[in-house]
């Protein structure tokens, strides 16, 4: 479609344009010469969006995806064709996974190169496409300058609608040279599905009839005001709450009704609990692998526990399991719809829910460990920065941030949590760059292991380069505990072939000293009384720090880790 009032430019101007109708500011990515137009489009409204030059095209996908969950935008990362789109597939993973919102736009070969297997040519439909299960909602090529703006407006329509998710945009580099006058759409917000009357009266049925009731909220799409309608119909109800594996910051941890995190190293009191629900209300959550404790706690197909499972993407329902109640609909008009049911005067389960609180309080209290506790780093983080963005990629160490940190509510505090429920190792600290830079005012804290830690450590460097945690107010920190071993491997090992470790020891590097070299203040912890004296201090310093704490190789491979095994096997077992 064409106007005779819209000036001619060159298509890669164009995408940009239309970038900004979509109101995106920010894009990171990797720079290629595939998408040299689109560049050429970011100098040119350099006042009104940023790119940010990442220094690999996996932490830029990562950084776009955070940047999603923080803000409730969908996120945006540009890279070249071939090896920089392959780099990126783990941040589209962990966005589809996740159901996080994001496009993924990739430079391609030009035109009249196609299908001959031109430098760096792929097929982007096929590696990318629905059919490759786990990469993204769509995925296709531009095929001409005119349609651009269309493709574009589609792209945030589909990874937005129903279940959230990413989108791959390939952009052939003939196409971003071409002048077009196709004006930019408008931008899209997404329909949103309300429950239907009558499902709703048979959620209250449910309910009624019930005596030991259990809420998991979890998933994507959640809105600061449907984590607020949650908390409310929780308390209408008296639910007990608990979180999706790495979803916790959907409810207030402090709140009376929260029941603790349902995923890897769950309470073994919490996952009882699950499994004597007589009615579990799924709220967003897929009910994957990590939630149910492979698919034990909710017993696939069929549960025992009666079963609302709402959702906002028709193809989860009934996709897994065979629930009593299915409702498609998106978070913010299902707890919006949840929060309006009237509740009876007197609720049987007062101290069920009462139980369950008092379960996660209990599962609170730490065991001391010298010479460096991690529940007492912890908790010191709670104390001096309460509200602060936490970004943990995979590994142990991020069982106790998960356990004794206490997340704030979305609707409260912002989001407070930034983890891959795809367990992708390296999330960490592009999560906490993209943070500091999308929220300057605001402190951001990344918690990593050393093996997670430098999979994506270069990223340091654009922190530097644009100034990450010095404006605004906020802080950036990065905590790396390193224990010299991928210990989450080598606490499998050990269990499976004891005293045979293989392929899992780490030569590390001086972090400190590493931090340094890219700018940042950097400290070396080996003790817990050190640890609170080196945190203040970098809360009050305007550079970026990272804070090195040395642990032994048996504190996070033993104590956290294998009673978080023996945990599940218990669930698994009752």
Request: glycine share 10%; aromatic share 8%; charged share 20%.
């Amino acid at each position: 479609m064409t106007t005779s009032h819209t000036p001619s430019r060159l298509a890669g101007h164009a995408l940009v344009e239309a970038l900004i109708a979509q109101g995106v500011d920010t894009c990171f990515g990797v720079p290629g010469e595939s998408f040299l137009a689109v560049l050429d489009g970011f100098h040119e409204h350099a006042q009104r969006i940023r790119f940010v030059a990442c220094r690999q095209e996996g932490g830029a996908a990562f950084m776009a995806e955070a940047g999603a969950k923080l803000t409730g935008k969908p996120g945006v990362c540009f890279v070249t064709r071939g090896p920089g789109a392959t780099n990126a597939s783990i941040g589209l993973h962990t966005a589809f996974q996740d159901s996080t919102p994001m496009i993924l736009f990739i430079g391609q070969v030009g035109s009249d190169m196609r299908d001959r297997e031109a430098f760096q040519e792929l097929d982007y439909r096929a590696v990318f496409g629905p059919n490759s299960l786990g990469f993204a909602k769509w995925a296709t090529e531009i095929p001409s300058a005119d349609r651009l703006p269309e493709y574009v407006a589609r792209a945030f329509h589909v990874a937005q609608q129903g279940r959230p998710g990413p989108v791959v945009l390939a952009l052939p580099e003939d196409m971003l040279t071409t002048p077009t006058t196709a004006p930019v759409l408008a931008r899209v917000e997404p329909a949103q599905a309300w429950p239907a009357p009558g499902a709703l009266r048979e959620v209250r049925s449910l309910l009624l009839a019930s005596q030991r009731p259990l809420v998991i909220a979890g998933g994507g799409g959640w809105t600061p005001e449907a984590t607020h309608a949650l908390e409310r119909f929780a308390e209408n109800w008296q639910l007990p709450v608990g979180c999706a594996f790495r979803r916790q910051d959907l409810f207030d941890n402090g709140h009376r009704l929260y029941a603790g995190d349902i995923g890897i190293g769950i309470n073994p009191k919490l996952a009882q609990r699950v499994k004597d629900a007589d009615l579990v209300i799924a709220l967003g959550a897929r009910l994957d692998e990590m939630t149910t404790g492979g698919y034990t706690l909710l017993a696939a197909p069929r549960p025992t526990q009666k079963l609302i499972h709402v959702h906002a993407g028709p193809e989860e329902l009934g996709r897994v399991y065979a629930a009593d109640l299915l409702l498609q609909s998106s978070m913010a008009s299902a707890a919006k719809a949840l929060e309006s049911l009237a509740a009876p005067t007197q609720l049987p389960w007062a101290d069920w829910a009462a139980a369950a609180r008092a379960d996660y309080e209990a599962n609170q209290v730490p065991q001391p460990v010298e010479p460096l506790d991690m529940a007492a780093v912890v908790r010191s983080l709670t104390r001096h920065a309460p509200d602060a963005v936490y970004t943990n990629g995979a590994g142990n160490y991020s069982g106790w941030l998960h356990r004794y940190h206490r997340y704030g509510a979305l609707h409260r505090t912002g989001r407070t949590q930034l983890a891959p429920t795809s367990g992708a190792m390296g999330y960490g600290l592009p999560a906490a760059v993209a943070a500091s830079l999308l929220a300057p005012h605001r402190h951001v804290i990344n918690l990593a292991g050393d093996g997670d830690f430098l999979m994506n450590g270069q990223e340091l460097a654009t922190a530097s380069a644009y100034g990450a945690g010095r404006e605004g107010g906020g802080r950036l920190i990065s905590i790396v505990v390193d224990n010299g071993t991928y210990g989450t491997i080598r606490m499998h090992q050990e269990r499976e072939y004891p005293a045979r470790v293989s392929g899992t020891a780490l030569a590390n590097p001086d972090f400190a000293a590493l931090a340094r070299a890219y700018g940042w203040a950097g400290e070396r912890v080996e003790a817990t009384a050190a640890f609170e004296p080196a945190l203040v201090r970098a809360l009050e310093r305007r550079e970026p720090t990272l804070l090195h704490l040395v642990l032994d190789e048996n504190v996070s491979t033993s104590r956290t880790t294998l009673a978080a095994i023996r945990g599940a096997a218990l669930a698994r077992q009752g």
